[in-house]
């Protein structure tokens, strides 16, 4: 069972979400908060495998609170945050939080179902286009940081399975997808993904994309 917590400070946007969510027979929402610190107690304290964060909040904003809940709490839960605009100074925020994944609030509810599935199972939001296009803005806007950059070319850094995998998780595909495209197995992909990510100092499938986009390894077009 995929366990949740709701985060926004508007409680019929959280009973409209709780409802429709709930219809997934293998998601249960553990929780509600409607400010970022009563958002940090209840994930200390619930330790749901995903938290869904609005990010405009009186009280306390989901920024700072996405900051708390991936660096202090062990192991962090994945943040999703939901957000009412696509490229808010807000969620370029989130993004060096360390958010896993992004969806606007009017997208469909099988969107949002789909996204909890997959930031519970580790692989980030980055096959949405709202994502993409807020990591692409992101990786023009800011310069690479120490963590992600490196002065070793990215033909030298990785192998060129490497470099083709993190090519293809950029572009959005799963790792089941990746897979195929390579023909082979899932646990290979993994591999070389966990190896890849080791090496450029990216703690996350999210992070690794913004480097992807830093370094040439996929297009910003």
């Not at 991936?70 to 605009?85: G, Q, R, S, W, Y």
Request: hydrophobic share 45%.
């Amino acid at each position: 069972m995929i366990t949740v917590l709701l985060v926004d400070d508007q409680p019929l946007l959280r009973a409209g979400f709780r409802s429709l969510i709930e219809l997934a027979e293998d998601i249960q929402i553990v929780g509600e908060a409607s400010n970022g610190p009563d958002a940090v107690t209840l994930a200390r304290r619930l330790r749901p495998d995903v938290v869904c964060m609005d990010v405009r909040m009186p009280g306390g904003n989901g920024l700072d609170a996405t900051r708390v809940i991936v660096n202090e709490i062990d192991p962090p839960p994945a943040v999703l945050v939901l957000t009412t605009f696509e490229l808010d100074e807000y969620v370029f925020g989130a993004l060096e939080a360390g958010a896993s994944g992004f969806l606007l609030k009017d997208a469909d509810m099988d969107d949002l179902i789909k996204a909890i599935r997959r930031l519970a199972a580790g692989e980030g939001m980055v096959d949405q286009t709202v994502t993409r296009r807020v990591i692409v803005e992101f990786a023009r806007r800011r310069p690479p940081t120490p963590a992600l950059a490196s002065g070793v070319g990215t033909d030298q850094l990785l192998t060129s399975r490497e470099t083709e995998i993190v090519r293809l998780l950029a572009e959005g595909l799963s790792n089941a997808e990746i897979a195929a495209e390579l023909v082979v197995e899932i646990s290979t992909v993994k591999s070389h993904l966990g190896r890849a990510m080791a090496k450029i100092g990216a703690r996350d499938r999210v992070q690794t994309v913004i480097w992807a986009y830093r370094h040439g390894v996929a297009s910003l077009g």
